[in-house]
């Protein structure tokens, strides 16, 4: 007698993101600036060139001008060229998000919202674990997404979150790319270490230091030497991605967010005055996130001021954390900045939110291995 024992189909993830999202939007509402540079910029309010950008299509990228950049950075780059500087309306880019994000959800029902612009699906059932049937659906949600939106996105397809992602990073702009499982190795081995997810400039710079300067070295390096160099965490997590091995399951958010938020005894501008504060705050979130399984990727600091008129900033890690304690120099650096650009401001109460959170049952998440030593 044959027992048959039922087999898992090869997990498939479709990643998707869409090109200088934010840019893009005003292209749509401004067609009379397609092909030239378009620039979105984070004004701080105080003159109209205050602030840094946000991101930038490709005729400004072509320029230098980049993420993060000073907005009279930008200007100067793009000096004496007919340009458009448009500020962040984050409603008009949040409402064609969800347009999107609707879009890719019809596709799967185990859908992850990675950001305003990025989502990952879990399509292995649908797929019946065919590559072949997954390229022919990546195809499709692309082209639906730029027929129903107008928006033009990237995808990648992958055996796992990662190399979706990775994937998905390679072929921008525009492109769909498919990295089967025997493919793995040879589409990571070849690229910098700085392209691994997880890897930043610092982590970049110490791998060399110790001869390591390509994914393909890194996976060749013993794991105990990893271990030795960045602690036993982030060393399992190095030794692992690098290979291409991610079992995280992809996991619907359970919750939207936990938050907390708190009057000052007095008000205040000073950045050192808020750690006591949001070290409560974040111990209270923490029990919450552990009681309730999660870990959370972005962290949301709230100033409300003596006009009592509510200020947010918000950021996204690249790994899931999974204690709220975290969260507070993040929030620190975030009330630093709002200070920084807002030179008349006082804070009278201050909240602590974290959001973008993951399930972290069943299996271990890979990015569970990064703890707080993060890079
Ligand atoms: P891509 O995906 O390389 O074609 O370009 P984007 O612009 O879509 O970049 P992505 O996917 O990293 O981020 C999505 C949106 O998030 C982007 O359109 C604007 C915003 N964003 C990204 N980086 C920054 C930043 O450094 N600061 C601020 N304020 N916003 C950012
Ligand atoms: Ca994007």
Do not use: W
Request: with cysteine; net charge neutral.
């Amino acid at each position: 007698m044959t027992i048959m024992i039922p087999t898992q189909p090869q997990r498939i993830i479709i990643a998707v993101d869409m090109d200088y999202f934010y840019a893009q939007c005003e292209e749509l509402r401004n067609p009379s600036y397609a092909g030239k540079p378009i620039v979105v910029g984070m004004y701080s309010g105080r003159t109209d060139i205050s602030g840094a950008v946000a991101t930038s299509n490709y005729p400004a990228r072509n320029h230098g001008v980049k993420s993060g950049i000073p907005l009279a950075r930008a200007r100067s780059l793009l000096n004496g060229l007919d340009s458009l500087f448009a500020k962040a309306d984050f409603d008009y880019y949040e409402k064609v998000s969800s347009d999107i994000m609707n879009i890719i959800k019809e596709y799967s029902n185990v859908f992850l919202q990675a950001s305003i612009d990025e989502a990952f699906i879990d399509v292995s059932r649908r797929t019946e674990g065919s590559f072949s049937n997954a390229e022919r659906l990546g195809n499709e949600i692309k082209q639906r997404i730029f027929r129903e939106t107008k928006i033009i996105c990237s995808v990648g397809i992958g055996p796992n979150r990662l190399i979706a992602k990775m994937a998905c990073d390679a072929a921008k702009p525009g492109g769909l790319k498919l990295v089967r499982p025997e493919e793995v190795q040879s589409f990571l081995s070849d690229k910098p270490v700085d392209a691994l997810y997880g890897v930043g400039s610092k982590t970049a710079a110490r791998l060399r230091e110790i001869g390591v300067s390509k994914i393909g070295e890194l996976a060749n390096t013993p794991l105990q030497t990893l271990q030795t160099e960045f602690g036993p965490k982030l060393g399992l997590y190095f030794s692992l991605a690098s290979k291409g091995i991610d079992d995280e399951p992809l996991v619907e958010h359970a919750r939207e967010q936990i938050g907390r938020m708190v009057t000052l005894k007095e008000n205040t501008r000073d950045p050192a005055a808020l750690v006591e504060p949001l070290t409560r705050m974040a111990e209270d979130i923490s029990r919450e996130l552990t009681a309730n399984n999660l870990a959370y990727k972005t962290v949301t600091f709230v100033l409300v001021d003596t006009d009592l008129k509510q200020h947010t900033r918000s950021r996204t890690l690249k790994v899931a954390e999974t204690d709220g304690i975290s969260a507070v120099s993040v929030a620190k650096a975030l009330a630093e900045e709002f200070f920084g650009s807002n030179g008349d401001v006082v804070a009278r109460r201050i909240g602590l939110t974290v959001s973008s959170l993951v399930n972290q049952g069943g299996q271990k998440p890979l990015t569970a291995y990064l703890g707080a030593d993060r890079p």
